[in-house]
Each structure stands twice: as C-alpha cells, then as structure tokens.
C-alpha cells in the first residue's frame, strides 16, 4: 500500500469503483475548509493587444473509434455547434487509407472525415500524421529519409478529396463530398517519431509541391510538434529553417501533464508556458521568409497526454494507466479559459481540443455515453464569448492578485465587451483533480462607459453537463461582484 496525495491511502483492498468516483468528484490531501480571497479587478479601456483566437476540435479516425458518427447520430449538429474552424482529422494508425503500395480503403477514415467536411466552414485541416505502415522499417523509422514515397502517398490523398479521385490496382477511390480538404498538416509530432529535424525537411520540402502540383488552391500546416518550450527552442528552429516551399501556418501542442500523477498545481503552473512556446514559435517563424508572419495554430491541446498503450499500460510512464479526469471535472472549467486568454494574448491564432469524441480524459462528447462532457460547455462558451473576428480589441486589466485569477477583457467592433474572469485557485498544495478555492472578485468596469445589460455565464461543479449552464441577465452597472467557490469561469457580456 502507498500513501497517494490524491485521495489517502490506495491498496487492493480499496473498490476500483471508490478510486474512479473520488478522481471524478475531485478530492485533496487535506479536507480542511479554505477562506475566500477577496480580489479587486479594474477593466480599463486602453487597448493592448488584438484577439484572433479561433477554437476547434480533433478527430482521430481509427478502427477503435471510426464508429463514433453511427453510434451518436446527433454528433454532426454538435460539432456544428461549437462552430469550429478548419476542424483536424488526423490520418495514421490503421486510420491510414493506403493498405499496402497499390491498394487503398477510405472506409475508416471517411467515416469521420465525410461527416465533418458536411459540417461548420466545411473546410477542415486533414493532417497526415504519419505514412501508410509498408513505409517504416520494424523500430518505426522511415525507410525513404528523402520523402519521396510519402509525397506520392500525400498527392494521392489530395486526388481523392480535391479533385476527382485516383485509380489504384484495386480500382478507382474519390470522395463522394462535393466539399474539398482545403488544409493539410504535414506529419504528426516529428520530435518524438524518430523523424530528425533535417529529416522533417527533406520530407515537407519534397511533399508539399507534389501536392500543390495536383490542387495549387490548398494550404499547408507545417511543424505539428509537441509544443513544450524546449521542442519549440531546439528542434522547431532546425525544422522550419529549412523549408523553402509553401507554409500557411505553423502548427505546435500543448499539454499539461504526460501522466494522471502530476497534481493541480503544477498543472496550472503550466499555463504560462504555453503563452511562452507561442511567442517563441513566433520568433523562430519570423527568421525564415518561407515561413514568416504564418499564423501559429496549437492543433492539440488538453490537460494530460497520457493514454492507454494496450492492456491498461501508460503510454509516459508504462506503469498502469489511469484516466485523467481532469479533462471533464471543474478543473477544465478554469485551466481552459485560462489557457485561451494566455495563448491568445500571446498571439495565436487556433486552438484545437483533443479530442471531440473521448473518455472523460479527453472528450468534448463522451464516446461510450454519447453525453456531452463540462469541456464541450467550457468550449461552446469560448466560441461564443470570443468568436474570432477582426477587431476584438484586449482592454487593460489591473488586479490586486493575478497570481489565481486569470482576466481577458474584449472589446467588439460594435462596440460590445466580454470579460472572462478565471479561477484556477488551488486549495491544497497536494490536490489532483481538487475542487479549487473560492474568490470573490470586486470588478469595476466604469472606464469602459455605459451599457444597458450584463448577461453572466457561469461554469463550474455545478454545472449540469447535460444541460450546460444557464445566462443570466439583468442590468449593467459600473461595479459587479463575481464570486466563484473554486475551479470555475465567469462570463460577463455587456452590451
């Protein structure tokens, strides 16, 4: 038996059941109750920065999970909901369509791919995440370090939804939707799948023509690393430097954790980096013209990476695996929005859940239940509040303790404001998956001038997730106090 700072002492003896409802329900090393801090926030009206800030959502279509459309016939009005840009699908595995060098079965893969080109802007970003499998030696090397082999494999792929189809050895394969892939990510994570930075060049410079050769209309999404600030100073440098054909957007991912182990504060401890891979990320673009002024794109993002790498073994750690539940718990409900207002400040331009369909580790809709997760609420709140469009100006903000709560004040073209107040206060210094400490934020929004209603969106543990929460609306004043009694956000929408 080992004592666990998540919920007290673990054994065999202890019911799996009790440990799977206490990482649900959130719980610390001390029960002890935590005073409410007072917060004074100020909203003023100088403008420091824009917010271009798109969401959207992941798919990786695969035969574990190609089924998710046909068991949850409401999915596609779902997505269609969160209004998600360039949603990305994600093409390895044996979600590959090419099954051997001449043959290919679209089957799994257009089971999510089809119903999502139906859905939102109908242009979503099909990243090939890796070759078919003949192309890899027995350690999971590429065999052709020139990319010669995957180019060919990719301008197949855009044949098929770009521009009527292709005939192979099995016969003829074209999409059957009139609605093309307009985006397309090259490589999945190629600093930590044995693909070397120069190798990753060799590879985007020899694919990206051949497919601009078969439909010149597209764009191309490079980079796709795993984001930590180390990836993004080292091997992201050596990757985008020598590219010298076409890049659209440079694309980075941000986790905060690789394992269920790491408790709440370190988690949201986090946070600031991701604003730091960004600005990074930036910098490195801008010392290549081929790259330049791309917009940065973090094409997956969610608390913990981890997953199961087969009879219940942890894909970090190898140890056993455990569902983190933090990805559908209160936790989500302040580390999220605190993560949206931190990279968005920072200046990215997409931010992509991991992934819709999921457990209560990953999903925006539970892929067992079909019932929808806190984080599919924490997401449509985010799209609502802060639609990307030209114009959304960031205000000033001034708080008395920025340390637990994060603010993002917008102002609308129309002259509109939104301001979202975060609280990612952790109770115990050993909590995982804990419930938070409570605020109460004193906020004055007397330099923005006079609106005539506020309408408040609040998500947190008592938020239904079947339901989602509920607005409220009533008149505005200069002055408003916003208490939240742990892991939660505030959305306040002036107008």
Not at 107 to 116: E, H, I, K, Y
Not at 217 to 228: F, Q, S, W, Y
Not at 297 to 309: F, G, P, R, S
Request: proline share 6%; with cysteine.
């Amino acid at each position: 038996m080992f004592e666990s700072a998540v919920c007290g002492p673990w054994s065999a003896s202890r019911p799996a059941a009790a440990i799977v409802a206490a990482l649900i329900a959130g719980c610390s090393s001390s029960t002890g109750p935590v005073p409410t801090r007072s917060i004074a926030v100020t909203v003023g009206s100088k403008v420091v920065g824009h917010l271009g800030l798109a969401m959207s959502t992941s798919f990786q279509p695969a035969t574990y999970d190609s089924w998710n459309f046909t068991s949850n016939p409401g999915g596609p009005s779902e997505l269609a909901a969160l209004n998600p840009q360039h949603v990305r699908l994600q093409s390895l595995s044996d979600g590959n369509p090419a099954t051997t060098a001449t043959t290919w079965d679209f089957s799994t893969l257009d089971a999510a791919a089809q119903p999502v080109l139906g859905v939102g802007d109908h242009s979503p970003e099909m990243q090939l995440g890796q070759g078919p499998s003949f192309m890899y030696s027995s350690s999971g090397s590429l065999l052709d370090t020139t990319g010669q082999q995957f180019a060919a494999y990719a301008a197949n792929m855009v044949r098929y939804y770009n521009t009527g189809g292709f005939a192979a050895a099995d016969g003829n394969h074209v999409s059957p939707s009139q609605n093309h892939v307009t985006w397309w990510g090259i490589y999945n994570e190629p600093n930590i799948n044995n693909v070397s930075a120069s190798q990753y060049v060799a590879l985007y410079n020899n694919t990206v023509p051949a497919m601009l050769a078969v439909d010149p209309t597209i764009k191309l999404v490079a980079g796709e690393v795993t984001g930590d600030l180390w990836s993004v100073q080292n091997y992201l440098p050596l990757a985008l430097g020598g590219l010298h054909t076409h890049v659209d957007a440079v694309a980075i991912h941000l986790y905060s954790t690789c394992g269920q182990a790491t408790g709440d504060s370190i988690l949201m401890s986090t946070v600031p980096t991701f604003a730091q891979s960004v600005l990074t990320a930036r910098a490195v673009e801008a010392n290549n013209p081929a790259t330049a002024g791309a917009p940065i794109w973090i094409t997956e993002n969610n608390v913990d990476a981890d997953y199961n790498l087969g009879n219940g073994v942890s894909a970090c750690n190898g140890n056993t695996f455990t569902v983190d539940a933090r990805g559908s718990s209160a936790f989500f409900a302040a580390w999220r929005p605190y993560v949206f207002s931190q990279v968005g400040k920072a200046g990215a331009q997409a931010l992509y859940h991991w992934v819709f369909f999921g457990d209560a580790q990953y999903g925006e809709i539970n892929v067992s239940s079909g019932a929808r997760e806190i984080a599919y609420w924490v997401d449509h709140a985010l799209v609502s509040s802060f639609p990307a469009q030209p114009g959304a100006s960031i205000l000033a903000v001034t708080s008395s303790d920025s340390t637990d709560v994060e603010v993002l004040a917008v102002q609308n073209p129309d002259s509109s404001a939104v301001v979202m107040i975060a609280n990612h206060r952790v109770a115990h210094a050993n909590d995982n998956n804990g419930r938070g400490a409570p605020l109460a934020i004193q906020v004055d929004l007397t330099a923005l001038g006079s609106f005539r209603t506020a309408t408040t969106t609040s998500i947190d543990a008592s938020t239904d997730p079947s339901a989602g929460p509920t607005p409220v609306s009533g008149a505005a004043t200069p002055t408003m106090t916003v208490r939240l009694a742990g892991y939660g956000v505030m959305f306040i929408a002036l107008k």
